[in-house]
Every structure is written in structure tokens, then in C-alpha cells.
């Protein structure tokens, strides 16, 4: 079989991430893959594997449509693909336009949700509700963000379904070996206070101000000398500090940047915490899952779905709640949540599973066969 990826960019999000683990499979099949990037440049993970053919375009707005499907075209015409895996809407768009040349079937994806803070431009929607009947399939990678499609007038209910992402557990489980705790950090695993920690860009959309804010009320109530570690770097980083120092929390709220020792870092923490408005599906919760650690979540979308109950969801941008929460959750035995969580999370959730399920749509596409739609 000849699948053709096509994704947005070269970098190092979710969907190019997923869109290359599919492929590094289907290579392994013994299947023909190529992939398209619609911008650079690429991150080094995507160069060094040259089993796989890719191409660089330069779409950076919907009037760059015609030229890159013109690049695009001359590409399918020389490989004729089978089968064509489209993610997000620009990808949609192209792969869309060119298939009635060439009669491949094809899988659009999304990967995230809408909500009522989502700028979505109208003329986006038109174009979707003009292309969508081309595709075979379209999905989501949980049912909260389809639903969300659904809610908000981007697909019907019988138009999209949910597949769910899975990470790499490998580096999560049986993992006991013994590693240096860095010098940066080691003050903070070897005082007797609890450690929180939070990953993700220092972005709007994060919102660390709310675990911020949350974390110092949570302190003070408390009377506690506990720490919070904040992982990533973002447009937001200067900002957030000011915030930090105007709590005078700077002695307990730590920004540790971008590191390459999260698996570590997840290991050694005691609690971790989610405090995004909006997600996809949130991967860095089912590392913390695969962690087997206690969770803080606000609601976002996805959360449930991985935490499978309320005990500790907070309603999105609510500080008192989060807050409350936070206390509750160092006054409460987590072990058994955390077990539920695990084993759930081993069924639905690893790299595993998902290119299993990835491969039997696959084959029922190929087979010209109907999907279970969302409910």
C-alpha cells in the first residue's frame, strides 16, 4: 500500500508527531510512505530516518493554496497514493481539492477541540462545509474534542469520529534505574516539602496564571514551604515571573525551562498539575498517568477521559476551585485512583495501541467498509 502524509508543519507538535510515529510503522509493514510538510523547516527527528521521502512546502496562508497544491499534484502524480492521511485544516483543504484526480481514500484529522475562546475564522468553516464530503474519514483524538467539531457546527454528528492518541510508555514503565539528580534541582527533592510540578508552553491558553495564583492560596492556607516546578518556555515567561515575584512566592514558584529530563522530573515530583484552558488530548497527563502519580486537572478538554472521574478537575479559569483541590489533594490517599488510572491508561492510551487501531482503519477504508460514528 502507498500512504501519503500530509501535515502542517516541520516541527515538533502532537500532529507531526503522530503523523511520523504512523508512518515509521507503515514502513515497518513494508508499506510505501512519503511525507508532506507544508512549511518548514524540519526538527532533527524528522531528517535523520531516510527510509521516508519528504517534501518542504511553503504554505503560509490560503493564498498560497494554489501553488502548493500545483507542488502537491506533481507529487501524487508520481507516487499515486493508495491512501492519504491529512492533519489539520490546511492539509484538509488540498488533500480534499486533489482527490477527485485521484480517487485515493482519505483520513482528515483534527487535533484539538473548539471552544468559545477559539478563533476560528468564518471563511474556514465555509471552506470546510464545501470540502468535507471528500473525505472518507475524519477524526479526533478523543471524543470530547469531536463532540467539540460537532457542538460548534465543523462536522455533523455522523461525520467524525474519535481515535485516541497514545504515547511511548517504555520510558514510564520498569524504569528503576537509579539516575543523578541534577545539581539545579536537587534542593528541592531532598528538603521534606512536597513537590508540585507543571509542564507545557508558557502560553495564554496554558493558563499558569491560575496555577499560579491557585498555589499560593493553597500555601498560605495551608502554611506550608511547598515547591512548584514550571517546565517550558513560552511568550509568556516574563510576565508569569512578575506574577511569581508580585505574590512573593519567588522562594517557592520555580521556572526550570526547557529541560530534557521530564521523565525525571515526572518520577521525582509528588503531585503534578494541569491548569490548561483548552487541549487536544493532553499528553503530558498520561505521562503522568504512566508516572503513576497524583493529578490536579482543570477541566480541559480530554481530562476526564484520561483521569476517569472528578475528584480532581477544578472548572476551567476558576482559581478558588483549583485551590481547593489542591488541598484536597494532599490530605488524600491517591493509590487506588492511580492504579485505575494506570490500567486504563494501558488499554487506551500507549503508541501501541493507537497504531493498532490506526491500522485496522486502515484496512477498513482499504476495504471500502463504514466507521461507528460518534454518538
Known amino acids: 500500500m502507498k500512504i501519503l502524509y500530509i501535515v502542517p508543519v516541520g516541527g515538533s507538535g502532537g500532529a507531526e508527531k503522530i503523523a511520523y510515529d504512523l508512518a515509521l510503522d507503515n514502513v515497518r509493514k513494508g508499506n510505501y510512505v512519503k511525507i508532506i510538510y507544508l512549511k518548514g523547516p524540519l526538527t532533527q527527528i524528522f531528517i535523520d ?31 499515486n497514493p493508495d491512501l492519504v492521511h491529512s492533519h ?21 484529522s483534527e487535533h484539538g477541540s473548539i471552544t468559545p475562546y477559539t478563533k476560528i475564522p ?10 468535507k464530503k471528500q473525505s472518507d474519514l475524519n477524526t479526533n483524538v478523543c471524543e470530547e474534542a469531536a463532540q467539540s467539531y460537532i457542538k460548534y457546527g465543523f462536522y455533523k454528528k455522523n461525520e467524525i469520529v474519535s481515535v485516541y492518541n497514545g504515547i511511548d510508555i517504555h520510558r514510564f514503565i520498569n524504569n528503576e534505574t537509579k539516575e543523578t539528580i541534577p545539581k539545579d534541582i536537587e ?59 508580585s505574590l512573593q512566592m ?14 525525571l522530573l515526572l518520577k521525582l515530583c509528588d503531585y503534578y498539575c494541569l491548569s490548561s484552558d483548552h487541549e487536544g488530548l493532553p499528553t503530558v497527563l498520561l505521562e503522568a498517568v504512566f508516572s503513576k502519580k497524583p493529578i490536579i486537572s482543570t ?39 492511580i492504579e485505575q488510572r494506570y490500567q486504563n491508561a494501558l488499554i487506551k492510551f500507549t ?18 467498509s463504514k466507521f461507528k460514528v460518534v454518538e
Open 187 to 245: 534542593y528541592y527533592f531532598k528538603s521534606d516539602n512536597r513537590v508540585f510540578l507543571s509542564i507545557g508552553r508558557l502560553s495564554p491558553e496554558k493558563n499558569f496564571p491560575l496555577l499560579i495564583r491557585a498555589f499560593s492560596k493553597y500555601c498560605t492556607e495551608s502554611n506550608v514551604q511547598d515547591h512548584l516546578l514550571i517546565v517550558g518556555e513560552g511568550k509568556e515567561e516574563e510576565k508569569l515571573k512578575g506574577l511569581v515575584n
Open 88 to 108: 489539520i485544516f490546511y492539509s484538509h483543504v488540498v488533500s480534499r481539492l486533489l482527490k477527485p484526480i485521484f480517487n485515493y481514500k482519505l483520513i482528515c
Open 49 to 79: 530516518n531516510d527510509k521516508i521521502e519528504k517534501f518542504i512546502l511553503n504554505l503560509y496562508s490560503i493564498k498560497d493554496i494554489p501553488k502548493t497544491l500545483v507542488s502537491i499534484y506533481k507529487i501524487m502524480k508520481l507516487f
Open 351 to 368: 503508541q501501541q495501541a493507537m497504531l493498532e487501531e490506526w491500522s485496522k482503519i486502515y484496512q477498513v477504508l482499504m476495504n471500502n
Open 122 to 131: 468564518k471563511i474556514f468553516f465555509k471552506i470546510n462545509n464545501l470540502l
Open 250 to 263: 519567588s522562594e517557592q514558584i520555580h521556572f526550570l525551562g526547557r529541560r530534557n529530563d521530564v521523565n
Open 299 to 337: 477541566d480541559c478538554c480530554g481530562a476526564k477521559e484520561i483521569l476517569l472521574d472528578n475528584l480532581f478537575i477544578s472548572p476551567v479559569g476558576n482559581i478558588e476551585e483549583y485551590t481547593l483541590k489542591l488541598l484536597k489533594a494532599t490530605d488524600f490517599n491517591h493509590s487506588l485512583i
